[in-house]
């Protein structure tokens, strides 16, 4: 496909519109950005409008820039990161009118600018659009997303005061997601969010202390003390009644859809969400059950489609309320609710409602029964497909042993024997070698680091490599030089399956192994992520996260307030999808009978998990649907141990992570 479109191109066979076509496709499989870009503008200005040709041009600058985020993040920081980031802007330049070609080319504008480094300019590029008279609704729309994103990420008083004076809605309508006049529903969904995000600010700023406000964070609370600020800018439960009042009085299709908007905290057609879910002042937190209460009364006499959409949109946000954590009763009912509601809804999203419901209520059956379900209908997508059923650990410990998986000669070398090694954790990494080399070398770095500021002494490093390591010595031996008095071990194993899911599972296949050796008898081995970065010592972060504890694992099981930096601080809910709820990033195991016993467990459910998926894989159902397996075992394994092994003490690394 690519080589045609390149000869075509080359060849001058393709004119017009058609070449900027061809330009734009072959650049889209290239995987060559700044020239997609310019070849979809140029399409999108030269195609025919209502053509299907346009629509494409449209539609795929739409979703390469949507997605532009996530294309710089695959460029390396620095020189090479901002040159695409210019290149980008200037493709997407032009001058500003009121045709259709003209507002899709500024959108796209919109989104590039969203990640560039010029704050304000997606805000002025808009306000510049508006001004002209040109965009209509779905730029006012847009505007009024950028003006509540600079308010919340970078607030000022400037900030503050653009946001408290949005532009009045334009006069044509076309395309209005509200049905009635002049944006009405927008600016009630806007002002909730604004109140929410002033409330929240000067909360951060209560919570900091005055003593400790920085010169920025002086001018912020005076500008939110200020007397030109009304009193109804931080009133979060006025802005809720006057935001939910209309639904009295919609059709029961677009009630459903004001509350779907309001509960994403989103604008129609826009990326981004306030902070509405994760503000933790007590207001927002009613506001939140409030809405929720409101889906559930809609969702009662609703039909489809706007029933469906509103259940799926209640399922995720019904966990990022502190009431689903913590108050039982709410999340029993709620869950109990909705495995009856939805029974009529098509599937996936009524096995997907049903299933997460299931884990809510920790109803295992049901979660097994739905997840799979979701597995036999959509068998290449993540999550469902590795489902691991905690009551099914009994019979997984049960499996005689997958000889396939047993590496009989798991071979082990010692790169650095100290003279003298202080007590401490054997500290484990593993991967393949790709991640061996992006990841090893920061690794020992910020390990370093952290020993060397809090003036500590070295420790025990071992080294898991999936593959052979005579390739990847001379980044081994770079890692163990970078931690000068440690001792390094490596060990190593073939590849036996190429694919993501097995390197970042191999860990626990091997954690039994690892606690039982000898040299490692006396000491808490922690298995991390080679992206792992310490922060602090890793013998002074167990002693706090997990003192006395046989076990520590990243559990998050408390709704915690995490701070983004000055003023802002947002809450971390626990995750209710089983294949995140549980963090692989750091497992701890003691050096005593109840760390062996668990680390026995998880490696024997991680060998039947890996069985499992090797299975798919022969059946062309895994792949990369097993990602997440790794934390999906970790989930089942935690929930058998509570139950049937209390005498293991587990601790919450996450929960000292995040006091």
Request: charged residues 20%; contains cysteine.
């Amino acid at each position: 496909m690519a080589e045609q479109l390149a000869e075509a191109v080359a060849n001058g066979r393709v004119i017009g519109p058609d070449l900027s076509e061809a330009q734009a496709r072959l650049a889209l499989l290239q995987l060559d950005a700044p020239k997609a870009l310019e070849a979809l503008a140029a399409l999108v200005a030269e195609a025919e409008p209502q053509s299907e040709q346009r629509q494409w041009a449209e539609r795929s600058l739409s979703q390469l820039t949507r997605l532009w985020h996530l294309v710089l993040t695959g460029m390396p920081a620095g020189a090479e990161r901002l040159e695409l980031q210019r290149r980008a802007e200037a493709a997407l330049a032009g001058p500003i009118d009121a045709t259709a070609a003209s507002t899709a080319r500024v959108m796209a504008l919109a989104d590039v600018l969203a990640h560039g480094r010029r704050p304000g300019a997606e805000r002025e590029l808009l306000e510049r659009t508006l001004a002209a008279g040109c965009g209509g609704f779905v730029v006012w729309q847009r505007l009024l997303a950028a003006l509540l994103g600079e308010l919340q990420e970078a607030p000022s008083p400037a900030a503050i005061a653009r946001a408290l004076a949005p532009p009045p809605a334009p006069q044509e309508m076309r395309g209005a997601s509200s049905g009635l006049g002049n944006g009405a529903l927008d600016l009630l969904r806007y002002r909730l969010q604004c109140a929410v995000v002033l409330a929240s600010l000067r909360w951060g700023l209560d919570r900091i202390g005055e003593a400790r406000w920085s010169e920025s964070e002086r001018a912020l609370a005076a500008a939110l003390s200020s007397s030109r600020i009304p009193p109804w800018a931080f009133a979060i439960e006025l802005a809720l009644q006057q935001a939910l009042a209309p639904i009295a009085r919609m059709p029961v299709a677009a009630a459903a859809r004001h509350l779907i908007l309001l509960a994403r905290g989103r604008f129609p057609r826009l990326p981004g969400q306030t902070r509405l879910w994760t503000a933790p002042v007590s207001e927002a937190e009613e506001a939140r059950r409030k809405i929720v209460e409101a889906m559930l009364n809609v969702l009662k006499v609703t039909g489809m489609p706007a029933a469906q959409t509103l259940a799926m949109t209640l399922m995720e946000r019904l966990p990022e309320t502190r009431s689903f954590w913590e108050d039982e009763i709410f999340r029993k009912d709620v869950c109990s609710f909705l495995l009856v509601q939805v029974n009529d809804l098509p599937d996936p999203a009524r096995s997907r409602i049903r299933a997460l419901c299931g884990i809510g209520l920790r109803d295992w059956p049901t979660a097994r029964a739905n997840f799979a379900t979701l597995a036999a209908l959509e068998p290449t997508a993540i999550g469902a497909t590795s489902y691991c059923d905690p009551e099914a650990v009994p019979a997984l410990l049960s499996r005689p042993e997958d000889k396939s998986l047993k590496i009989a000669d798991l071979r082990w070398e010692v790169l650095r024997k100290a003279e003298s090694v202080p007590a401490g954790p054997v500290i484990v990494t593993s991967g393949n070698a790709a991640y061996l080399r992006r990841f090893g070398p920061p690794y020992a770095a910020a390990l370093r680091e952290a020993l060397e500021s809090a003036a500590h002494p070295p420790g025990v490093l071992h080294l898991h490599l999936i593959g052979e390591p005579e390739k990847e010595r001379d980044t081994i031996l770079a890692i163990a030089e970078a931690l000068p008095g440690f001792s390094v071990t490596l060990s190593y194993e073939p590849v036996c399956v190429e694919a993501s899911y097995w390197f970042a599972t191999a860990r626990f296949l091997r954690l039994s192994a690892l606690r039982s050796r000898s040299e490692f008898a006396d000491r808490t081995v922690v298995v991390t992520d080679f992206d792992h970065a310490w922060t602090e010592p890793p013998a002074a972060f167990l002693a706090r996260a997990m003192p006395g504890a046989d076990v520590g694992l990243r559990l998050g099981r408390r709704v915690a307030i995490r701070s983004r930096g000055g003023a802002k601080f947002e809450l971390q809910y626990p995750l209710l999808q089983p294949w995140w709820n549980v963090s692989a990033h750091c497992v701890a195991v003691a050096p005593n009978a109840n760390g062996q016993r668990f680390a026995a467990i998880l490696s024997r459910v991680a060998e039947a998990a890996l069985h499992d998926a090797l299975m798919r894989d022969a059946a062309g159902q895994g792949g990369e649907a097993n990602w997440g397996i790794d934390q999906a075992i970790l989930f089942a394994v935690h929930r058998h141990v509570e139950s049937h092994h209390p005498e293991i003490a587990i601790a919450d690394l996450l929960e000292y992570e995040t006091s």
